[in-house]
């Protein structure tokens, strides 16, 4: 069974401009969810995928965007990067988004983005 | 909105003693609470989590939590610190689909 995997490791971009981040799941989960980590900070809830679909948002704009395909990997991309981008990206899978159970979520290692 | 509060930046532990790391909770019904710690470099990692049953939960590396419904604290221990325990430790609540971490709170377990 493989674990969450994420590429790349680091990455620097200038302010302005994007940036395309990626997660495999793990082996048989259908749910990718994807966290911002800011120096210091808990993760924060950017958005969520199931089967495709996006599946529930958190409080980030627009130019946070997100795609997952048919083998259940999902990318993040961000548009006009801004200073404020500069964290620990990570995606996490899970199996199903049953709301009365729950199946932890598996974590990534993060993508570390700098924005300068 | 669900959330919760980790009390503590930084807790620093002497190796063999018994550890604690706090966490209060608030929920609009049943609290879905979760223990995850994060070593430098690394992605989260699981520890334990609370749905419902029994107050006492054990988890992964000798870590169990205690949930208190009275004082609403998910508070996470450990009976003898080992040095290999020091990292970031996260408290956290499920709302819906998406799960809402603490701040976090720094272990420092001394040789």
């Known amino acids: 069974e493989t674990g969450v995997t994420q590429s790349p490791t680091h990455l620097i971009k200038t302010r302005g401009q994007q940036v395309t981040l990626r997660c495999s799941s793990q082996s048989g989960h259908n749910t990718v969810s994807w966290y911002q980590q800011a120096l210091g900070q808990g993760p924060q809830f950017i958005f969520q995928y199931y089967r495709e679909e996006e599946n529930g948002r958190g409080n980030f704009p627009p130019r946070f965007s997100g795609l997952q395909f048919p083998n259940y990997s999902s990318e993040l991309n961000v548009n006009a990067l801004e200073l404020d981008d500069s964290a620990l990206y990570l995606c996490?899978?899970?199996?199903?988004?049953?709301?009365?159970?729950?199946?932890?979520?598996?974590f990534g290692p993060g993508t570390r983005l700098t924005v300068l | 909105a669900q959330s919760v509060a980790q009390p503590e930046d930084q807790v620093n532990v002497a190796e063999g003693n018994p550890l604690t790391v706090k966490c209060t909770y608030s929920v609009s019904g049943n609290p879905y609470l979760f223990w995850y710690v994060q070593y430098p470099n690394r992605g989260l990692q699981f520890l334990l989590k609370?749905?419902?049953?029994?107050?006492l939960v054990k988890g992964s590396y000798g870590f169990e939590a205690e949930f208190n419904k009275s004082q609403t604290s998910f508070h996470l221990k450990k009976p003898s610190a080992l040095v290999s325990d020091s990292a970031l430790y996260f408290c956290a609540v499920r709302d819906r689909n998406k799960i809402i971490f603490g701040k976090g709170t720094r272990l420092h377990i001394l040789p």
């Open positions: 996490a899978s899970s199996l199903g988004v049953d709301y009365f159970s729950y199946n932890e979520q598996f």
């Open positions: 609370y749905i419902t049953g029994d107050n």
